[in-house]
Structures are given as C-alpha cells and as structure tokens.
C-alpha cells in the first residue's frame, strides 16, 4: 500500500478525521439544513426535533414523532464564534446499535478565518452530539458534547485535536468521541485515543472505548500470516531491537514491559471488552532487517482477567500483515510462538494491534450481563534479525568495515545497553578506521559517566598522534597540520563537552600527569567545561611545566580565568596566604592570565604588591609584572601605577623598559613618561614607547604638550630608521598641528621609503593642502619608490586636490594593460583618489575600466570608485 502522509509533515488535523472516518458511516448530506430533521422515538426513547437557523440551535424532545416540531423547544448554547458558521451546518441523524437515535451537528469552518478561541480551526468543523431523553427522564434534549474537531493544537510533533468518529455496525452505528494526537500513531497512521462511547443504554459518554484505527480498507489487502507454536522458549536475542515508545491504553501504564526481555511481565491493554484496535508502537532501525517476530502471550506470573488475542496486526510505516494464532495461548502457558515474515523488513517504526480475541462470550460487548473484565495480554514482542544468537564481541566484530551489515551490527548495539556500550569500548582498539566510528556512535548512547573515561583517553593519545604528526625529523622544517581535523579527536572534543562539568576528575588527572600534549588537550577542554574546577588544576600544572606547554598551560588558565563562573576561585587563589603557597612562576602566571581582569579582582592589587615587592627582584619577576601592573594602573591602583613608572623609567634593563612602554600605551596618566622613554638610550626601548604614544593618540588620548616637538625631533635626526618611521606614525595619529605638519613634510627628504610613505600618510590624514604642493611632487616623481608614489595619490585623494583627476584617470587605465607591478599599484591607488574626490564626470573617466576585458580584479576596484561617497565638496 501507498506510505501514509501523515508520518513526513505534521498532518492538516481536518485531514487526519477523514481518513478515520473513512472507515465510518456517517448519514445525511452536506447541504444546509433548512427544514427541520426529526429523529423518530425508538424503544425507551423519544423522539427529537432539531433546527439550525442563523442566530442558533433548537431542539425539542416529543412522545411521538408526528407531532414532533422544533417551536418552543431548548435553544441550545452555542459559542459565540460558531454562531456565523451556522448557515453552513447540518444535521446528521444516526442510529445506535440498539436502535436509539442521536443527531450529530456539523458547523464546518473550512473556508473561513479561524475563530479567536479556536487558533487553526480553518478546516476543521465544530460539532455537537444531540439526543432526545430516555422515556421517563425528562423533556429536554440531551447535549452530550460539543467541541472544535480537526483543531490542532500544541507544539509540532505533539499536536493535539478532538475527534468524533461513527463506526458501522452492519445498519447501525457506533459513536466515539477521542483524540488525535501526533505522538501516538501506528507507524504515522492516525489513531484515535482516550476514546469515550456513546452508552445507548444511559444516553450518555462512557470512557474506556477501544476503537480499530486501522482502515477497513487496509484490513482486508493485509498479508496474511500463521503464528506457530515452540514448545520451548526460544533464546532470548543478546541484543533487543525493539523499543516500545507508546501504547492507545495499557493498565498501569506499563506498556514498556511487552519488549523488557522479562516473560513475568506484559502488556495489557485497558479498555473495556476484548480490546479491539488497542495497540503499542516500537520504534526500530531501518539499518537492521526484521526476518519475523517472536512472540510470547501469558506471563509467568498470569494476568487478572487475561485473554490471548486471536488475531493481530502487525504494522510498518508502509506494510501491515494479519497474524492469526492457532489456538488460545492463554491454555498453553508455556508456550511461545513464532510469527515469519515473507520477506525481510526494514523499518525505524513497528506497531502491534489487536483485533480478535480468545475472550469469554460477551467480553467485547460493553453492557452485556455476562460480560467479564478482560485484559488481551502479549508478555514479549522480539524481533528475529540475523544476528539472533551472536554475542556482542561478535556484533563489536562486524563493525569492520562500515558496510551494510556493520550498520546494522551498529544499530544494534546503540539500542543494546550498557554491556553493547563496554563490549564497543573492549573491542575499539582493534576496529579499522569505518568500524570506530560506527563504535563511537554506540559509545555515545552511554552515559557520560561511561563515555567520559573513554573519550578523554581518545583526547590524549589523539593529541599526541597530531603532535607527532606536525613534529619533524632533526634538521628539517616542521610539517604542515593536517587539513582536516582528525575525527577521532574532533569527536571526542565534541563528546566532553557535551558532557560538561562531568568530565572534569578526568580532564584534571590527564592536566595533572598526563604527557605534555595530552596536558595541554585536556587543559583547553577543562577550561571551556569547569572553568572554576580548572584554575587549581592548571596552577598546579604550571609549577612543573616548562617552555611551550607552561605557555600553552598559561593559555588555557587565561581562558578559564575569564569565566564568570571562575570567579569565586580566582578571588581565592590571590588572597595572599593562598598564593605564597605556591611557587613563585604560578603566582606570576596566574596575574598574568587574568588579564586586563585583574582590576577587577578582589585581592587582585596586594597579590601584585606582594610580588612587587618582594626582594630580592630578578629580571624575569619584573618583566612579568609589567603588564598585570598595566591592568591595575587602568583600573586605579596606584602604586601599579607608580610600580610601572619607575620601571618605564629607572629600571636599568632595557628589556624591562621595554616591556614597560609596551603595556603603558593604555593608561593615560603615563603618556609623560612614555615622551621621556623616547629619548631614552636605548634605540629598542625609543621604538616601543613612541608606538604606545601613537596607539594613545590614535584611540583619541590627549598626548602631553611638547610630544609633537619631541616626536619631530626623532622624526629628524635619530638614526634609526624603525624609530623614525614610528615617529612619523605617531605624529600622524596626533591632531595637526603646525609644527607637526612641517616635520612630516620635511621627512620626505628622508632617504628610507619606509619613514617617507609614513609621512606621507600623516599628511592625508591631516589634510595638510598647505603642503599640497611638496605631496604632489612625490605622487609626480617618477624616479620614486612605486609605495612612496601610491600613498602620496592617496593623501592627495584625502586633500581633495582636484587638480591631479587627470593625472589618475591615466594612471587607472594604464593599469588595464599594465607593464608591470608599477602600473598595477599606481592604478589602484588612483582609483582609490578618484572615489574619494568623485568628479562628477567620475563614470564617463572609468568606463572604458568597465568593460568585459577589463581584469575582474580592477573592474571590481572602479565600481568600488564609483559607489564610494565623495568626501569632498564640489
């Protein structure tokens, strides 16, 4: 038969009633009712009288069906927002087994905008179930329910609608009000659950109906199948494939108990009667073929009031077979039976449902004298798959490969438990590349106090085989990394840190002992999942780590430490007692991890003054310090503050010195002493501290007075070329000033390339036109280094000088054939000029740079030109 729709979308709820009552007989037609329906009296009933106007419902019960009329009987409530689809209702009459009679009202939406207290309700239909009194109860009607139908509601995949269904019974009807719901279906057919019967008896809605969802249609073309009996209990498969994910009815709720492995427990069902239609749906892998069923019906330890079922259905998202016992198994206690497919079946989804049953006589007649409460019991639903009888070293085994079969071993064992999961992890090591990493997948199902040991042993020696890999031989260049990450070590990455906070003991003894790249690996992983857990660990790594793992350790402790979630720890590990305890490198490494955080540590400023502080002082100790006392100097310490000053200024090592002007570009109170630091003798430490002045100025710091004066100055006469050529930078970054101005433009005599293109980017960024000319000049020199050429162009883009548009149109369509680099650059810079000042003749100037045999890298730079905004005034 055709897959059932309703498994790949989330069904049109108006849809899911119509295939249920496809296998019902609803009477009437679908036109407006106008006249009104009289349902005639039957025995122990009376009769009704029903119309539908456009303002509502009236009905009226009669002795007798001749005088019977609607006027002046019950006006039937109606909500609000049904009221306008009355014009369109009808009324069906239908005629219960006993012969009593109810009306069924239909008031579709389809249509229509939804009503506001019924979301979605376009397409489906509000009812309600009418019937006149029994005799001697009363005159007025008897609404036994009225609702939205076809109605979905609830987040996808666990929608939600009501339901009225009518069930032939050969002339006559049975009547059922349920739910549809989108989690509980046989293999994605829809089935209506908690049902309640209309009782012709009472007249009024019993719970507890079973009800076959199964569409007669589909019944009757199911493959026909004879269970047959073992007289001795088959092997219990090591492996169970089968996993009940939910039940139309089950007494206790314990429906999980048809497929546990255990034959003192079952499943039965709990509904009224034999049980009809009731069902329990497994989910399965479509990796595994299912070659038949084993089956096992009465429990050891017997049900109260069990029955075995004489036929069922078994059901497949596209398949349905009708299995037939030969005999009432609740007679042959210790039997079990055997049910063979025709072919082997492959499906995510199974479903068993019942049908007949070897019940007592009246059992499925609700209201019968003799009827007794009978539970249809299945004890055990197996699936039979060719791996029947293999052990789980065997199924590890054909994960070899990655094959068809190595899937379905995998399936298997994912669904298997705890013993799959360790006999996965026993028999990784010896699996090729294809069976680990179908054995991960059953790992994965695990625990992660299961996984966790597992996947950070893959973290170390993963770790280590990449270092290895990128390591070289004595005497040769280093390898590249892998393109790829190894999977193996990706997966178990991404496995701990699902995991989380669990896998911190593990991660914490590979930092403490492992090697120096399964530390490392683990420090990274332990950092990012417990950062508070990962400080005292990685302090107390840091003591005997040296050169590139204290680096990466110290890296990792960074990371950790700028976790809100640290934060208690941090403060901990500074207070002073604390601190002293451990070495003197962790101390340092834990300031220095903390970062530009530090101020805000609490305890952070005497952890450092205890360093600082301490005598004797070694070069590295005062090194180190330089950037934690940065970060507290911004936050307000002062004697951070002074403890950098006197190292920018007196210490007598230039390296610290250096360090100094380095971490001081920050902290505005220094830009003083960063002027005076260049001077300072030594040409490193000049060179680190007028950068920090040009870092200052560029983030819009006000530099102290004399700083463009003593910046001209190195700009003029030190001998260093970096120095001067920072100094130019510096003055650039700064606001114009004249003087400033003057000695950029004298160093464009300067004769390094370097200090002169810095000059001139100085001067574009001051917009220095009173030096356009001396600008002009180097764009026009020919004989000009080609970047000294280029960033002249583009400080007299800056300028505005309109006088050279002609000058750079040349150079743009030169570079559309150009000679060489020279032209290449010119050009690009011209463009860059052009955009910038945008005469308004800008797109005849570049056209011909726009067309096809233009080279596509230039072609893009002259339409960037031409949607640049002018910045300058015309």
């Known amino acids: 038969m055709s897959r059932s729709p309703f498994r790949s979308r989330r069904p049109r709820v108006g849809a899911v009633v119509g295939v249920i009552a496809a296998s019902s007989t609803l009477l009437g037609n679908a036109a407006a009712q106008v006249a009104p329906v009289v349902l005639p009296p039957a025995a122990g009933q009376q009769a009704l009288a029903v119309r539908i106007d456009p303002g509502g419902i009236t009905a009226r019960a009669c002795p007798a069906a001749a005088a019977c009329a609607p006027d002046g009987g019950k006006v039937l409530t109606v909500p609000s927002d049904v009221a306008p689809l009355l014009g369109g209702a009808r009324v069906v009459p239908i005629t219960l087994a006993d012969g009593k009679h109810l009306a069924k009202i239909e008031a579709p939406a389809a249509g229509k905008p939804a009503p506001a207290s019924a979301p979605g309700a376009a397409g489906g239909s509000w009812a309600m ?221 199974l479903a068993v449902v019942l049908d007949e049953a070897y019940a007592p006589r009246g059992a499925g007649d609700r209201g019968a004298p003799s009827a007794p409460e009978v539970r249809v019991t299945i004890a055990e639903v197996t699936a039979r798959t060719a791996f029947d009888g293999q052990g789980s070293g065997a199924l590890v085994g054909a994960l070899a490969g990655g094959g068809e079969r190595s899937r379905a071993a995998a399936a298997l064992l994912a669904r298997s438990g705890p013993e799959a999961v360790e006999a996965a992890i026993a028999g990784y090591d010896k699996l090729d590349a294809a069976g680990k990493q179908l054995a991960r997948g059953v790992i994965d199902t695990a625990p992660c106090a299961v996984q966790i040991p597992f996947f950070t042993a893959r973290l170390a020696s993963g770790a280590a085989t990449a270092a290895r890999s990128t390591s070289a031989a004595p005497g040769r260049a280093p390898r590249a990394a892998a393109a790829e990450p190894d999977p193996e070590l990706h997966h178990a990455r991404d496995r701990i840190r699902r995991c989380g906070r669990a896998a911190a003991p593990a991660l914490a003894e590979i930092v403490k002992g492992g090697a120096a790249t399964a530390k490392v690996a683990a420090a990274r992983e332990l950092a990012l999942v417990a950062p508070a857990e990962a400080i005292p660990a990685l302090l107390d790594a840091l003591a005997g780590a040296r050169g590139a793992t204290r680096r990466d350790l110290r890296a990792a402790l960074a990371l950790a430490a700028r976790s809100e979630r640290a934060a208690p720890v941090v403060e901990e590990e500074v207070q002073i007692d604390r601190l002293r305890a451990r070495p003197e490198g962790a101390q340092l490494d834990l300031l220095r991890a903390l970062g530009p955080a530090l101020g805000r540590v609490k305890g952070g400023g005497a952890a450092f003054q205890a360093l600082a502080s301490a005598a004797p002082a070694p070069f590295e100790r005062r090194y180190l310090l330089q950037a934690p006392a940065a970060a507290l100097a911004r936050a307000g310490e002062a004697p951070a503050e002074a403890y950098l000053r006197a190292s920018l200024r007196k210490d007598a090592d230039p390296h610290v010195r250096l360090r100094a002007a380095e971490v001081a570009a920050e902290v505005p109170a220094l830009a003083p002493d960063l002027l005076a630091a260049a001077s300072d003798a030594d040409v490193r430490v000049r060179e680190a501290a007028i950068v920090a002045l040009s870092r200052a100025a560029s983030a819009g710091a006000k530099l102290p007075a004399g700083a463009a004066e003593a910046l001209s100055a190195r700009l003029a006469s030190d001998p260093w070329t970096f120095v001067r050529g920072g100094a130019a930078l510096a003055i650039g970054a700064m606001p114009a000033t004249p003087a400033g101005d003057r000695a950029l433009v004298g160093a464009l005599a300067d004769p390094s390339p370097e200090v002169r293109r810095h000059a001139l980017d100085g001067l574009g960024a001051h917009r220095a036109t009173a030096h356009i000319e001396a600008v002009r000049d180097r764009a026009e020199d020919k004989e000009e280094d080609v970047e000294v050429r280029a960033r002249a162009i583009l400080a007299l883009g800056a300028m505005c000088d309109a006088s050279s548009v002609d000058l750079w149109t040349r150079l743009a369509l030169r570079a559309k054939a150009p000679i060489g680099e020279r032209d290449q650059r010119l050009g690009s810079a011209a463009l860059a000029a052009l955009g910038a000042v945008h005469p308004a003749d800008l797109p005849a100037r570049l056209k011909p740079l726009l067309d096809k045999d233009t080279p596509h890298g230039l072609r893009e730079t002259a339409r960037a030109a031409l949607a640049a905004a002018p910045q300058c005034r015309r």
Request: net charge negative.
């Open 129 to 349: 179930l009418v019937a006149a009194p029994l005799a001697g109860k009363g005159t007025e009607p008897i609404v036994l329910w009225s609702g939205w139908t076809g109605v979905a509601t609830g987040e996808h995949g666990e929608g939600r609608s009501d339901a009225v269904v009518v069930e032939p019974l050969g002339s006559r009807s049975r009547v059922l009000v349920g739910q549809l719901r989108e989690d509980v279906t046989i293999c994605g057919r829809p089935a209506l659950v908690g049902a309640s019967e209309v009782d012709p008896r009472t007249m009024t809605l019993l719970k507890g109906a079973s009800f076959q969802n199964l569409p007669a249609e589909e019944r009757r073309a199911a493959g026909k199948l004879v269970a047959e009996r073992r007289e001795a209990d088959a092997a219990a498969p090591a492996f169970r494939l089968l996993r009940p994910t939910a039940a139309s009815s089950a007494v206790g709720k314990r429906f999980a108990e048809i497929a546990d492995g255990d034959p003192k427990t079952a499943w039965s069902e709990g509904k009224a009667g034999a049980g009809r239609g009731e069902f329990v749906s497994f989910s399965s892998a479509d990796e595994v073929g299912i070659t038949g069923l084993g089956l096992r019906i009465k429990p050891q330890d017997g049900v109260d009031g069990g029955a075995a079922p004489r036929t069922l259905f078994v059901a497949t998202p596209d398949r349905l077979f009708q299995v037939s016992l030969p005999e009432d198994a609740w007679l042959k206690e210790p039997a079990g039976y055997e049910v063979k497919l025709p072919e082997e079946i492959r499906a995510s989804c």
